[in-house]
């Protein structure tokens, strides 16, 4: 069935520095792709999205581009801050609308 | 986006007892889900609540376990039966297909916080 595959955690950053998660989806077609970031102790919420192949989604310095080629959708942030530490989850969208999520990637930020 | 609530945050609840999750959108949606995540987990999808008939659950959750209502386009709830310690999880509401937005992107309540003794 469908699915993604998301970099394992945690990731231990200092501030400003790069950051890069990893998400590969395999499909039967060409699923949305979502990333979803939950601070702690809340819910979910959503970071940014493509719905084609050559998307970029990009949301409060964070981005992702929907690679058909490589079936990826890599999050990144050029200078990561304190303020970002919280769980990130790939997700991909199937029929019907059900997401189907990664495992998520905990991100914790040193000032 | 919609903008979702859900009652209760959290509850401690003994075993063998039973549970209702509400969740109240702001708007009227096409579509509504229910997750569970573990704890340290993803999220896994319950069921999709279907306004004005029965669930569609998927695979391993069933109706008289996790009973699902749906009574309009804006409310749902969960219940969680005859509840045992593996039962203990963040259990979440999504909602997709309001007026403004399109039916492939949810969007999530804060969560109900179970844990049963």
């Known amino acids: 069935g469908d699915s993604v595959t998301q970099m394992e955690g945690p990731v231990t950053l200092s501030e400003e520095a790069f950051l890069t998660i990893n998400c590969t989806y395999t499909?039967?077609?060409?699923?949305?792709l979502f990333w979803y970031v939950q601070y702690p102790g809340e819910g979910l919420q959503l970071l940014l999205k493509?719905?084609?192949?050559?998307d970029k989604g990009s949301n409060k310095g964070f981005e992702a581009t929907y690679r058909k080629e490589t079936t990826s959708f890599h999050l990144e942030k050029g200078s990561v801050q304190v303020s970002d530490s919280a769980v990130y989850f790939c997700a991909g969208g199937s029929t019907l609308g059900r997401l189907y999520f990664g495992r998520g990637t905990q991100l914790t930020v040193w000032p | 986006s919609a903008v979702i609530s859900q009652k209760p945050s959290r509850d401690i609840c003994q075993r063998g007892t039973s549970l209702t999750i509400q969740c109240q959108v702001d708007s009227q949606v096409t579509m509504m889900f229910w997750y569970r995540q573990q704890p340290g987990q993803s999220l896994t999808l319950i069921a999709t609540a279907n306004q004005g008939s029965e669930a569609t659950y998927e695979s391993g959750f069933v109706i008289d376990k996790f009973p699902i209502s749906r009574p309009n386009l804006t409310f749902s709830t969960l219940t969680v039966s005859n509840m045992s310690p593996e039962d203990s999880s963040i259990y979440l509401c999504?909602?997709?297909?309001?007026?403004?937005?399109?039916?492939?992107?949810?969007?999530f309540g804060p969560g109900t916080r179970l844990t049963v003794l």
């Open positions: 499909a039967t077609g060409y699923p949305s």
């Open positions: 493509a719905t084609k192949a050559d």
């Open positions: 999504s909602a997709a297909g309001s007026r403004q937005g399109s039916t492939d992107t949810q969007y």
